[in-house]
């Protein structure tokens, strides 16, 4: 049949050629094109046999020309027939001969007509997993874009497409949302197409997955209406169909969201895309998962029912996972472990062992690219485990063999993290895998393990924060050059973030901001990635994922009578482990009521007038949570650094007796807070005797809009009695530039100023005389010497806070430019106790004490100072301490000037001696 057909066809083009000859000559580009364009277009056709009737196209032209412009755009458009058909090596092979004989200057030769094959054999390329070299294709094709806007509009719409599949697939979803901005700016004609509508839609989706819920609803209420009013039709409306569905589900509208599933699906299956029918199952199964497990597995049997005749295929993956993940929910554990290992038999090349419990190693998964899809199997996998242990009450092997499997997950987490560019994308990851440490901690708890428990909290917190100050250390490997080079480029991206962060969204200018700040931000990340591959050692350093062990750390960083007290919450439980240097207990809670109780209390203690009126309510709160926080084995140490997780809860108010005023925890014990145990040890900093820059405008610029700090020069002045050795710059002088050149001259760094924040997203920003310093410019101060710095500014401990990261204040800000130590504040209150606290803190800290213990005593004598009503915690316990709690003793001013007195008066008595002699002598000679 398929002969008769080439016969038929060879005949048909004789006919055509004999028709078209008087017309048109075998020389004329238009005699060969028009034939193939009319095969291209035929929707009765297959694949196959389009690859066929060009390949005969093909070879007739070379019959009776020779390899030119014409022939390039023949092949070019086999080459795509036969990567849609998987031959992906001629597919390759043929564009590669386009690219040439389009570069050259045989006849018909276009430069511009690269594009399209640059954007084709890019996508090949990322089909076969290829990125990187799909990347520099994509990128060439953009580049002739700007060359050739009007002619190439469909290959760089389809590049930014392929991208952001890409980006999207691995969970770069901020990263997908700046490609999509930057098309918007960089893709000319765009506005007003239909393929806006399509890229506004997947904007859409990936704001969706970031939580982004109300500009993600704009988006898609904007740009399904264009869909719906059946003016196109096949691939396209069935994408917003599908993409509108993931929308209504989101939005708890099931019913709806299958509707517009099932006519996604309708389409997709009269187009025989595979590929895409699955990706709809998929959808309806994650819409009705949780919800009704069998209804969910109904969709996953269809899609196994579409794989059937290819049996092994990859697409498999997905659809075994969600299998074993709805076994485990429906608690048919035995059936859910071989769906889940067949999975990952699937995802990694080369594994395939008999035993089910077995794992693949580490280095078998990162010859693979898809480690988010991995990273979710062993979840499943170890959860499933863990659950099957919990409900029939297995053996300990299992729990071994679940905390085996979960460590593996948190190692290729890492991978991802290690992958992700943009920080909201690996904020989202580390919410969206928190349940994994979650279990882990479970199993660890079950089997009584406290040393596994300490790896997997380590691992669960402030991981963003420990890469920054990785990525810093590393930095020592680098050329005094290569340093210079890549604080400029970051200098440049922040530069046009800022532009950008400050253009209003709906203005065409933030379009034009996006494409700014995306080169500037691909520029710096082309030149670390030039680093990582020049510096062996600098790439170790910055991807060292090692944990700080804990014998190290029971005996290398903590102190005689110091505990450290390390906090997970869980869904349902909450976690605590207290590490002291001979003793190590983990504790779980029911977390029942926990949240409530947290909010409310920090509601009334941020509030003078509140707390006073609801002082009983304050009492029951802090004597409640300090029973639901508090491990009884605390009652042991003098001096405690808590490792919070999702709320910031300042310990000192928390009430051992409510009907007792001085049960408070600050009268017993000296408190500090800490990210994560690591975060202590990697700044452990030589001790020296310490000099203070202090800083405070008094007044700003009128136009910054700030309230006055009266009497913060004084206050400056009253430490100065403490820490002699000192710098302060205040009123007109205490501008941002001054703060900037001072801060990595001194140890100890006191601001009195305002700052910005709140718990929504806002980046914080801290004020000086002339101007403000937004959080993200932190960046660039690079390693600090600084070992302290106090921030006397209302809300400097206030941010965002991200799951499994913490606050994203101000004083994590400074956390990330090396400074081991802050005092930070956690809610606006009275200049004049700001400054008397402080006053005190430096204090205690000039007697040799460690800071902790100088803000616990700086805080009792506050209270002892003052009348009864500023007993209130809302006076004292806003101020704490981050981080390390060092002895910072004071550099004494005193030496060198009377150093420089005793000579003068040496001198002085020298002069009055040498006249006494000549006097005498005088008198003798006389």
Not at 48 to 71: A, H, T
Not at 872 to 885: D, E, K, S
Request: net charge negative; glycine share 4%; with cysteine.
């Amino acid at each position: 049949m398929n002969f008769l057909k080439s016969i038929l066809f060879i005949v048909f083009i004789f006919l055509l050629k004999v028709g078209l000859l008087l017309a048109q000559s075998v020389d004329e580009p238009a005699f060969w094109l028009d034939q193939v364009n009319i095969i291209h277009a035929d929707p009765e056709l297959s694949w196959e046999e389009k690859q066929d009737k060009v390949e005969l196209i093909r070879q007739q032209f070379l019959m009776q020309n020779d390899k030119n412009g014409v022939y390039a755009k023949i092949i070019h458009r086999l080459a795509d027939y036969k990567r849609i058909l998987g031959e992906f090596q001629e597919a390759i092979n043929l564009m590669q001969e386009a690219i040439a004989i389009n570069k050259s200057n045989v006849a018909h030769a276009e430069e511009l007509y690269l594009t399209f094959t640059f954007c084709n054999i890019g996508i090949a390329y990322q089909e076969l997993g290829m990125q990187e070299k799909a990347e520099a294709y994509y990128d060439s094709a953009l580049h002739l874009h700007r060359r050739f806007p009007d002619e190439t509009f469909i290959p760089a719409f389809v590049t930014f497409d392929r991208k952001t599949v890409y980006t999207f697939n691995k969970g770069e979803y901020q990263r997908t949302v700046d490609l999509i901005d930057y098309a918007f700016g960089f893709i000319k004609g765009l506005e007003g197409t239909v393929q806006e509508n399509l890229l506004q839609i997947k904007k859409a989706r990936a704001l969706l997955e970031l939580g982004e819920f109300e500009q993600a609803e704009k988006l898609y209420l904007q740009s399904i209406a264009v869909f719906e009013s059946g003016e196109y039709s096949g691939e396209y409306p069935a994408f917003a169909y599908n993409s509108y569905g993931i929308y209504l589900a989101t939005s708890g509208r099931p019913e709806e969201a299958e509707e517009y599933f099932n006519k996604a699906l309708k389409i997709y299956l009269a187009m025989d895309y595979l590929g895409n029918v699955l990706n709809v199952l998929d959808e309806l199964y994650f819409t009705w998962a949780e919800k009704d497990d069998n209804k969910a597995l109904t969709y996953l049997r269809r899609s196994q029912k579409y794989l059937e005749p290819y049996q092994g295929a990859r697409e498999h993956l997905s659809t075994l996972n969600h299998i074993g993940a709805s076994f485990i929910r429906l608690q048919r554990f035995d059936e859910a472990l071989p769906h889940l290992q067949d999975a990952l038999r699937l995802a990694v090349k080369d594994f395939d062992p008999a035993d089910p419990y077995e794992n693949p190693t580490i280095s078998q998964i990162q010859q693979t690219s898809n480690f988010m899809e991995i990273a979710m199997i062993l979840k499943n996998k170890g959860e499933n485990m863990l659950r099957k242990f919990q409900h029939n009450g297995g053996s300990q092997e299992q729990l071994r063999h679940a905390l085996a499997t979960l460590k593996l997950a948190d190692k290729v987490i890492d991978l991802m993290r290690w992958d992700q560019q943009a920080e909201n994308t690996k904020a989202y990851w580390r919410g969206y895998t928190k349940p994994v440490y979650e279990m882990a901690l479970e199993a660890a708890y079950q089997k009584n393990d406290p040393r596994a428990a300490f790896y997997f909290m380590e691992k669960s917190r402030a991981v963003m924060l420990n890469d920054k100050l990785s990525e810093m250390g590393a930095l020592k490997f680098l050329s005094d050059e290569d340093i210079y080079r890549e604080k400029q480029l970051k200098k440049e991206s922040l530069t046009f973030k800022a532009v950008l962060e400050s253009t209003d969204k709906e203005d065409q200018a933030f379009y034009t901001a996006s494409v700014n700040w995306f080169e500037a931000q691909s520029n710096y990340e082309a030149f670390i990635k030039e680093l990582e591959n020049r510096y062996p050692n600098y790439y170790q350093y910055k991807y060292d994922t090692a944990v700080i062990s804990l014998d190290q750390f029971q005996h290398q960083v903590l102190g005689d009578g110091q505990a450290f007290i390390s906090y997970f919450l869980g869904d349902d439980a909450q976690y605590a482990l207290l590490v002291a240097k001979n003793k190590l207990v983990l504790e779980k809670k029911e977390r029942s009521g926990l949240d409530e109780n947290i909010k409310q209390l920090n509601a009334l203690v941020s509030n003078r007038g509140k707390l006073n009126q609801n002082f009983s309510s304050f009492q029951e709160l802090a004597s409640k949570l300090y029973l639901q926080l508090v491990p009884e084995s605390a009652e042991d140490f003098d001096r405690l650094i808590i490792s919070p997780d999702e709320y910031f809860v300042p310990f000192e108010l928390l009430m051992k007796d409510r009907q007792d005023p001085d049960s408070y925890m600050v009268q017993s014990h000296a408190l500090s807070y800490s990210y994560s145990a690591g975060f202590l040890q990697k700044h452990m900093k030589p001790t020296a005797k310490h000099q203070v820059f202090g800083l405070a405008p008094v007044e700003f610029k009128a136009e910054l809009q700030q309230a006055s700090l009266l009497g913060a020069d004084l206050s400056l002045k009253r430490i100065n009695t403490f820490f002699p050795r000192n710098h302060f710059v205040t009123h007109e002088k205490a501008t941002k530039q001054s703060f900037l050149d001072n801060l990595s001259q001194y140890s100890i760094v006191q601001l009195y100023s305002h700052a910005v924040a709140d718990a929504e997203g806002i980046e914080p920003r801290l004020y000086f005389y002339d101007e403000s310093m937004p959080l993200s410019e932190l960046q660039l101060l690079g390693d600090l010497s600084t070992q302290l710095i106090v921030l006397a500014a209302c809300n400097t401990g206030i941010g965002k806070n991200i799951s499994g990261e913490g606050i994203f204040s101000l004083a994590r800000g400074f956390a990330a430019a090396g400074i081991p130590s802050s005092v930070t504040t956690l809610w606006e209150v009275e200049s004049k106790t700001t400054y008397q606290i402080t006053e005190l803190f430096y204090k205690y800290l000039s007697k040799g004490l460690p800071a902790d213990v100088a803000m616990q005593k700086a805080k009792l004598e506050f209270m002892d100072q003052n009348e009864s009503v500023m007993q209130l915690p809302y006076f004292w316990a806003g101020n704490v301490l981050v981080g390390r709690a060092e002895v910072m003793m004071p550099a004494q001013a005193g030496k060198r000037f009377f150093w420089i007195f005793g000579m003068f008066v040496l001198f002085v008595c020298l002069g009055f001696l040498y006249s006494w002699m000549n006097s005498r002598k005088s008198k003798l000679i006389k």
